[in-house]
Every structure is written in C-alpha cells, then in structure tokens.
C-alpha cells in the first residue's frame, strides 16, 4: 500500500452503493415488461401496482444474472438467501415497502481490480443483493399536480455494496468505471446511465490519518463519472471545513446538484431500524443449486481482466493496449479480428488506439461502444494494415484509404482497399530513379528549409520529407526519401 494523499492533512474514506439495473425482459415479481421509456403506467400489472390479492413470482433471470455477477467478481454465491420487506411510506411505492435482501442476500463477499494510473487497486464488496426499483413521481408543474407513473415499479435492480475501501475521488471514479464494464461485459445490465441503469451512491467521509472512520454522508443518485468526481470532491472540502469550523459531520443524505456542483441535505439518514425489516412471507427463501451455479460458470465469457493478460501472451501487446482494448467486449472483438486477419497485432492495436478511436470521438462517439458500427469492417482495417506492412503502400497512404472507407466510398468489403489504392494511385513508388527525381525538385523549390536544416535545424529535415510525401501523392516510403534527402543535402 502507498501512503494515501492527503487533503488539507485529511484523509478520504469512500465506499460505494451502486444499483445496476438487471438486463430482463420482465420485473422481477412480475411478468411486465421493463422497457425505458414507454407512456406512463402501461407497463403496470396488478401486482407492481400492489393490488390486493397480487402475489410477486421470483424471476428466474434477474437470479442468474445476480451469480453471473458473483462468479464474475469471486464472490460467494449463496445457496440460500431471503427476501426481507424494507418498509417506508411514499407516493410511488404502493405496496409501502420495497422487496429486497438484509440479513441474507445472494451474493456476498468478492472484489473490484482495477489499475489507477500505474497502481494497481482492489476494492472489496461486502455484498450485492437483489430488489425491485420504485415508481416515479411526475411534477407537472404547468398544471400544478403531480403524477405517478408505475412503469418503473418492480425493475429488478443489483444493488452491490462496497467497503470503505477507496481513498479519493479518483479510485472511486476508476472502482466505478471498472464494475461498469464488468456488469455490461458480462451482459447483465445495458450500463445505459443517463437512463438510469447503473447508479451510485457514494458514501464519503474524512479523518486524520491513523483516526477511526469519520461520520459519512452518503451522496445518491450520481449517473455520470464526471458529476461523480464533482460531487465527491465537493463534499469532501464541504466536510473538512465543517470540522474546521469545529462543527461535526451529521450523517445525512444528500443529493448533488450539477447546476451549482454543490451537495445539498436531502434528509437525515434513516438507520436500518427505521424501515423495520422482516422476511417477506409472500416470497420463499431463494435457492440455488450448485449444478445451476456450474451451467451458468460454462457459460460465463472471457472477462476483460484475462483477456488483457491474453492478449500480453499471445499477441505480445503492452500491458497498456491491452487494458485499453479490453474496455468493451465489442473493441476486444474487433481487435482480434484484425489482429488475426491482418497478422499483424501491434499494428492494429496501433490503428484501432489511434485512427480509428480518433474518428470516433471526433463524432462524439465512445470508441467502446460505438466501434462495432463504425464504418470501417475489420477485414478492410486488416487488409490496411497488411498493405502498409507489405510496403504495398506508406503508413501515410494508409490514412487516406482509410478516410475514403470511412466515408463509405468503397462499393465491396472484399475487394474494396485494392480498388481505394488502385484508384487513388496511392501504390508505393519501388522506383528509386522517379523518387530521386521529385526529391531533387523538392530541394530546388525548397531553397528556404534546405538552409534551415544545413544551419543545423534537424527539424527542417521533416518539412522536406512532407514535401516529397506530398508530391508523390504520399506514394513515396518516407524512411527511403529521408535517407535520399540527407545524402543530397551531404549530411
Ligand atoms: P447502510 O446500510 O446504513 O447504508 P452500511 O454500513 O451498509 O450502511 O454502509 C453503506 C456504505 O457506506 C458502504 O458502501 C460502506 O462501505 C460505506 N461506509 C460505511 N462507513 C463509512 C464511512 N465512515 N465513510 C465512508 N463510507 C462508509
Ligand atoms: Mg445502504
């Protein structure tokens, strides 16, 4: 362990409740659908509406998602686990208590690894339990009445605790970001946050190093990484000035308001007494064989931290391309094809990290998500890299073609970068006589950079060689006009 960094001489403690919203068709105790975004109240059976006489039915598929979740992170899996009623009054939780796990939930123990910089980090989870999400209020302020739409009511939510691990806001932003990929990784939850699919609440706290744990407040609802890291680190001064000021932490609940970036008291935190929990007696006790616990580990994906140790081994890639290919399943995908049909898997981490990703974010799109439909198949990127590597055309060239299959210019994927090469007369000069000859030009009409590199100034060496790359329709092999360059010039 390094020593944590202090703020104002404070150290921050910060543990995470996060609600990942499980990828069913169906609610957890009902057979409605769970779709985002339907009008209000038509995905509302009886029973999410808690009428009397509705009984809620275990769905089987939010269960298997809760032990992907556990084997994924090496948590137990518990073969018997309980429903308890948390009960608290509010408009848009008819039933007037949420259906969720306390004393015994599904899955318990297990850890996050991830790397913070160059540090390598490990958070530990207490416990991950099932539950059902509430409703939601609709203020209508134009016609001055408020409105309770029901659609969310009985969404099956993870909702997956952790120690009070982590030391700064952010480790608690890379902890987030780490169990985002796996729960969409392993295909459990959409990660949709702007919807709503995977919220945290971050519990933060201060003290003097070597102190007991200060008071926490706990900030909800955080759907961004960036409001994330804002609220945290708000609160943390917020804090640290209270107790300066001798003033003591309360614990409360708060909420962060994006538009001021302040963190602001929602309510005084209720202890677990208040909601006075007890088994549900409409449910039976949860349990899971160890047979379904085997089918379900067979079917479990690669998970990105082994991929990235895969793709060290077999593809003798940095360890840093291989973190950054294995953000998504879709990128590890597309990387593995290309590096597979092109053989040549340096040059299409390089491609993939640079070209590729760039045009992506330029469009304002995640490279991680938005790669699988990117206009660029990964044959025709392998069919690239392969012509470069082969000398067939230069890096440079490369680009261009790229450009133009970006831009969706070629009519066939199989026969497409050829026809780019051949119509945009992009094929490398072998002819060292026709590249003599336009680096002999370049240096006549270049009297200018010609002086500047023979003064000693080696980058004027690079202006020609753009030159040259230039008048030959970037058809020239950059490394050849150089060494020509520099014997001309008589360096
Ligand atoms: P509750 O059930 O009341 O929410 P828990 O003990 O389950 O309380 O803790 C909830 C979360 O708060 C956990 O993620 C835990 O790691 C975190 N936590 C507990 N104590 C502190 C503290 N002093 N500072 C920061 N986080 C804390
Ligand atoms: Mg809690």
């Known amino acids: ?37 339907a009008e209000p109240n038509t995905q509302a059976s009886p029973i999410d509406m808690a009428l009397p006489g509705t009984l809620p039915v275990m769905n089987r598929a939010a269960v298997a998602h809760a032990i992907r979740l556990g084997l994924a992170l090496g948590s137990h899996v518990a073969e018997k686990s309980v429903f308890a009623r948390k009960n608290y009054f509010y408009p848009d939780l008819p039933k007037g208590y949420q259906i969720s796990q306390f004393e015994i939930p599904v899955v318990q123990g297990g850890e996050v690894a991830f790397f913070l910089g160059n540090e390598k980090k490990t958070v530990r989870l207490v416990r991950a339990h099932l539950e059902e999400d509430a409703g939601k209020s609709l203020h209508e302020d134009f016609v001055g009445l408020s409105g309770i739409d029901l659609n969310r009511a009985g969404t099956p939510l993870l909702e997956i605790v952790t120690e009070p691990d982590m030391r700064s806001s952010a480790e608690a932003v890379a902890y987030a970001k780490e169990l985002h990929k796996i729960v969409t990784w392993i295909g459990i939850c959409d990660g949709n946050m702007q919807e709503g699919s995977f919220r945290c609440d971050a519990n933060v706290s201060v003290r003097k190093p070597g102190e007991p744990f200060g008071t926490r407040r706990e900030i909800k609802n955080l759907n961004s990484f960036k409001f994330m890291q804002q ?56 349990h899971i064989s160890q047979q379904w616990i085997e089918e379900i580990r067979g079917q479990m994906p690669e998970l990105p931290r082994k991929m990235a140790e895969r793709f060290v081994a077999d593809y003798q890639l940095p360890e840093y391309d291989a973190v950054t290919l294995t953000q998504s399943v879709a990128m590890a995908k597309y990387f593995e094809e290309v590096a597979k049909t092109s053989g040549q898997p340096k040059l299409a981490s390089n491609w993939i990290m640079g070209d ?15 790669i699988a439909t990117c206009p660029v198949q990964p044959a025709q990127l392998a069919a690239v890299i392969a012509r470069v590597a082969n000398g067939t055309i230069s890096n440079n060239a490369g680009k261009t073609v790229l450009d133009a299959l970006w831009a969706g210019e070629a009519a066939d994927v199989d026969v497409g970068v050829d026809a780019i090469i051949e119509a945009k007369g992009l094929k490398q000069m072998n002819d060292s006589g026709a590249l003599g000859a336009i680096v002999d030009q370049v240096i006549a009409a270049n009297a200018a950079n010609v002086a500047e590199f023979k003064a000693g100034k080696e980058k004027a060496l690079n202006a020609l060689v753009g030159q040259v790359m230039k008048a030959s329709n970037k058809t020239a092999n950059a490394q050849q006009a150089k060494e020509m360059l520099l014997a001309r010039l008589g360096a």
């Open 1 to 37: 362990m390094t020593t944590p960094s202090l703020i104002r001489g404070y150290e921050v403690v910060i543990g995470f409740e996060t609600h990942a919203q499980l990828a069913t068709h169906t609610k957890i105790f009902s057979r409605s659908a769970t779709a985002f975004g």
């Open 231 to 286: 609220a945290i680190d708000y609160e943390v001064l917020w804090q640290i000035e209270q107790i300066e000021d001798g003033k003591k932490i309360e614990q409360a609940t708060v909420l962060f308001d994006p538009d001021t970036g302040e963190t602001r008291a929602m309510r005084t935190k209720e202890d677990a007494a208040d909601y006075r929990y007890f088994p549900d007696p409409d449910l039976p006790p949860l």
């Open 356 to 370: 590729i990703s760039r045009r992506l974010n330029a469009q304002d799109i995640s490279p991680a998500d938005g």
